[in-house]
């Protein structure tokens, strides 16, 4: 009688709804304005709590005297966060809050809060490695072959540096919540990537049970990797409500504070060696690379990035710990500073040896995990960006204006994490579909409803989805491109059992064995038989009365069953132009090659690359976090002179996605993180392209541009 | 500049709050107004001083007076999504400083920064804001069709921006597009649809134009 469930994609060719460019469900509603993101919320009786945070990037607090404050009228409550004695590691750190009945209350009121400090020396400057002293930590050398002989021995060797700063997540909506704290209960609207886990992060903090705490978002405005945690300020949202008596409080960061503690990319600077042949074969790699990710340090990037077989190889890495704040995932932690390192020494090595780097990345394909994916999408990179015409070799140009290829390659897991969906099917044929996930903008909803829809035989409209709420089946959390193929998976097998139990209560009104029945177009009906067959209403109504069938799938991480896997790669080409009188730099078009698994909706996926590449360019053009070496000040904490690429500043951008079959037969793959990968890589190759010599930093600024055509040591 | 009054307006006011009025009243004086104004122009005029405390202002939203309560130094922007009630929330603040364009508003049909704007300021003035636009409107439709969101905490400022340029140009060139709607960021990287939705919106505003 009971089905054994299979759980695969039905075949490429036979999918209704799978595959296909839907419209993202949550549009319109986005586009209209009425979303309702978390600083959006307003309710009865709600105060708004401001922020005093210190000035000093190193500092021991010797008192605080909030007297004033709390004396203010319209002040409901007043939190010290860092008392006397709390020594401080980067300026921006939160030293205490006030909640009041308007914002303008609270922020007077934080004005009026004295603090005294011990003034402490620190440490701002991550470029430069000699000023790190103890604050290095070396993770020790690792060599591989003979990285001294490879290079004693070979034809040609190239030499550079390079360094890609701190840059800021900067999302749109910042972070906060609104939390309400009454009695032992929690109420909570965070801005987050993780609707499930909020809550069991925060209830140790809080000594109250997380079954106690409700956990609520419709909408995220950005989150880019820095918003999985519940951040210190639902803590202080909390104990700022339980103060003022349980009224809700609203907690947002302000901009300034946004981009000083929110989140950043940490750094990576280096000086990287290759080794090779005249005719571009690499013999080896010599890299001393370091990088901040403020107090806390920074992860090692993987290097040689994609590359990494070159046979014989020497690598050293110092973690540098400033007083910054501590860095949060960004879109491929690690490997957008581990490509953007890799591929400025391969286009430096290309162009010592008189090659074409295409040649250079492809001849050497061989190094790579996956050779005949990264040949196959650098002859299709090297056909959509006109290559052959276009380039020309490093340096031939003479004009003031000068244009540029070059090009960056990109790798990404991206499989599916654990999850949990719930299906009901009610005897009115309606259809709920539930998860405690959140929907970033990637789509989620969209791809869940659209499994849904496929696997039940309905129409995308037919399908009622719930997520955003930690009362809900658990979902994962929405980083390192695992969502959709968690939640497709989950939706899937949630999808299946439901209809299976479908089936046992309609098959016996034709005497056929539930197996033997197929959801299909509305109907449910016996395979080879269409003449049994009934609409989806009429086969709801069999289930009993007052009842309902309700089915959980889940995916698992270590048995994803064939339905999503891990495993990315990427070929991405810049052509600039850059005004050697100006150094003004210039994005004419953007090629992204990018591997694949089965697309659930391609506009969608064709968006997030677009996304990604969006924010690459930014980062690569603008995006630098600007710290004063004397004071340890972020000096551009705001949108003026933390500049983002705007609707002019990025060019065409061409993506192409590789659906194809044998790819669609690997199962779903997230998108977030691959494109967004190597974007600095290839635009700063593309800059060295066009003038002729290597601009070490990104941004590529006009004055980074300008001090590496003059010569000047940035 | 805000602080530039056509008569008519001031006239209207009940409270008659300037600009210039409240820096007198909250005691900024002489170190102010050099900052703010040319000494001739701080001469004390004759108009009542408001605030720092809260004042009773009307403002018109949507076509609809809305009275409230707020301090002189409060911005249109925070003024509509923390005092009143319901809030309108369409308007995002994001940098607070003029820069992205997230809580573009038309103000007598113009398009301006609501954070950049004081309440007071606005009074007297037509404010028009995403909720005046029904759902399915051409420009958000054109939004969703382009698949020109994805977080969606900046789209309501360029659903708001989008209107304002088109009613000066209703038939764009790419070039124009680009240009116009420069003042508005986006973090999630939706430019490429919003380049063709801004184009979209503008066809099918024509057609709505050619058939009524």
């Known amino acids: 009688m009971a089905n054994t469930p299979v759980y695969n994609w039905p075949p490429m060719n036979t999918r209704k709804v799978i595959g296909k460019p839907l419209k993202r469900l949550d549009g319109p509603v986005k586009a209209a304005g009425r979303a309702q993101y978390a600083s959006d919320k307003k309710f009865p009786g709600m105060l708004i709590a401001s922020y005093l945070s210190s000035p000093h990037a190193h500092a021991r607090v010797t008192s605080i005297d909030t007297g004033e404050a709390e004396r203010t009228a319209g002040v409901r409550a007043v939190h010290v966060i860092a008392g006397p004695g709390k020594e401080i590691q980067w300026q921006g750190t939160e030293i205490a809050a006030v909640a009041a009945d308007t914002e303008d209350i609270a922020r007077d009121a934080v004005r009026k809060i004295k603090v005294e400090y011990e003034v402490l020396p620190h440490l701002a400057n991550d470029a430069d490695l000699s000023a790190a002293g103890s604050r290095g930590k070396a993770a020790g050398e690792v060599v591989q072959g003979d990285p001294d002989k490879a290079i004693q021995e070979a034809e040609v060797v190239s030499d550079g540096a390079y360094g890609i700063p701190i840059a800021a997540h900067c999302c749109l909506e910042p972070h906060g919540c609104v939390v309400t704290w009454k009695g032992d209960q929690i109420e909570a609207w965070p801005s987050t990537q993780f609707v499930t886990g909020w809550a069991g992060t925060l209830a140790p903090n809080l000594k109250v049970p997380a079954a106690n705490i409700h956990v609520l978002q419709d909408y995220i405005g950005g989150g880019f990797g820095s918003k999985f945690a519940p951040g210190a300020w639902a803590e202080v949202a909390a104990i700022l409500s339980q103060k003022s008596g349980g009224r809700p409080v609203k907690v947002f960061l302000e901009r300034n504070m946004e981009l000083e503690i929110a989140g950043h990319r940490p750094s990576a600077y280096g000086n990287i060696k290759i080794a090779g042949k005249k005719d571009g074969t690499i013999t080896a790699w010599q890299s001393s690379t370091w990088g901040s990710g403020g107090f806390p340090g920074a992860g090692s990037p993987p290097l040689p990035y994609v590359y990494s077989n070159i046979p014989n190889q020497r690598r050293n890495h110092v973690s540098v710990s400033t007083n910054i704040a501590g860095s949060q995932a960004w879109r491929a932690p690690n490997n957008q500073q581990a490509s953007f390192l890799t591929c400025s020494a391969l286009e430096d090595f290309a162009a010592k040896a008189g090659l074409d780097p295409m040649e250079v990345f492809h001849k050497n394909a061989g190094y790579t995990p996956r050779a005949e994916l990264y040949r196959f999408q650098l002859d299709k990179a090297q056909e959509l960006s006109d290559w052959k015409k276009s380039w020309k070799p490093r340096g031939s140009q003479t004009g003031s204006v000068r244009r540029g290829l070059g090009m960056g390659v990109n790798a990404w897991g991206g499989g599916g994490h654990a999850c949990t969906a719930r299906l009901t099917i009610n005897p009115d044929g309606s259809v709920l579909l539930e998860m405690g996930t959140q929907d970033l903008g990637t789509g989620t909803r969209t791809v869940m409803v659209q499994v849904a829809a496929e696997t039940l035989g309905l129409q995308p409209g037919q399908i009622k989805l719930v997520i955003g709420d930690n009362h809900l089946p658990p979902g994962g959390s929405s980083g390192g491109s695992t969502t959709v193929g968690g939640v497709s998976s989950a939706t899937r097998k949630a999808g299946v059992n439901a209809l299976n139990k479908l089936f046992e209560t309609v098959a016996p009104a034709w005497n056929a064995q539930p197996e033997d029945l197929e959801a299909v177009d509305g109907q449910v009906r016996v395979k080879g038989t269409p003449a049994k067959n009934m609409t989806w209403a009429a086969a709801c109504k069999k289930i009993a009365p007052g009842g309902k069938i309700q089915e959980t799938g889940s995916n698992e991480q270590r048995n994803p069953m064939g339905l999503n896997t891990a495993g990315v790669g990427g070929v991405q080409v810049a052509d600039v132009t850059v005004d050697t009188e100006t150094g003004l730099v210039r994005v004419n078009r953007f090629v992204a090659v990018q591997d694949c698994g089965l697309i659930i909706n391609p506009r969608l996926a064709e968006s997030q690359c677009f996304g990604g590449i969006v924010m690459g360019i930014s980062t690569a053009l603008y995006e630098e976090r600007i710290t004063d070496e004397a004071t340890g000040h972020m000096l551009n904490a705001d949108l003026e002179f933390y500049k983002l690429a705007g609707i002019r500043d990025v060019g065409e951008i061409i993506v192409h996605l590789d659906i194809r079959e044998e790819n669609d037969k690997r199962g779903v793959i997230g998108l977030g993180e691959p494109p967004a990968i190597a974007i600095c890589a290839a635009v700063g190759n593309a800059v060295a392209n066009a003038i002729g010599v290597r601009v070490p930093h990104i941004p590529m600024t006009p004055m980074h541009v300008l001090d590496a055509l003059e010569g000047r040591k940035a | ?212």
């Open chain 2, 1 to 212: 500049m805000s602080s530039k009054k056509d008569p008519q307006s001031l006239d209207k006011r009940s409270a008659g709050v300037s600009r210039r009025g409240f820096l007198g009243g909250v005691g900024l004086g002489a170190a102010g107004t050099g900052l703010l104004e040319r000494p001739a122009d701080a001469a004390p005029a004759a108009v009542a001083v408001s605030g720092p405390g809260p004042v009773a202002i009307t403002l018109t939203i949507n076509g609809k007076p809305v009275n409230l309560k707020v301090e002189p130094r409060v911005t249109l922007l925070d003024a509509m999504r923390n005092h009143m009630d319901p809030p309108l929330t369409g308007a995002k603040r994001v940098c607070d400083r003029g820069t992205c364009g997230a809580c573009t508003v038309l103000l007598n049909g113009k398009s301006v920064y609501a954070c950049t704007i004081l309440a007071i300021d606005a009074q007297g003035k037509r404010i028009e804001t995403i909720e005046s636009l029904p759902v399915n409107n051409p420009i958000s439709v054109a939004f969703v069709n382009n698949d020109a969101q994805q977080c969606g905490y900046c789209t309501p400022g360029f659903v708001m921006a989008t209107k304002a340029f088109l009613a000066g140009n209703p038939a764009p060139s790419m070039e124009q597009v680009t240009h116009g709607l420069g003042g508005n960021l986006c973090r999630c990287g939706t430019y490429m649809g919003v380049r063709k939705a801004v184009l979209e919106a503008a066809r099918s505003m024509k057609g709505a134009k050619q058939n009524g």
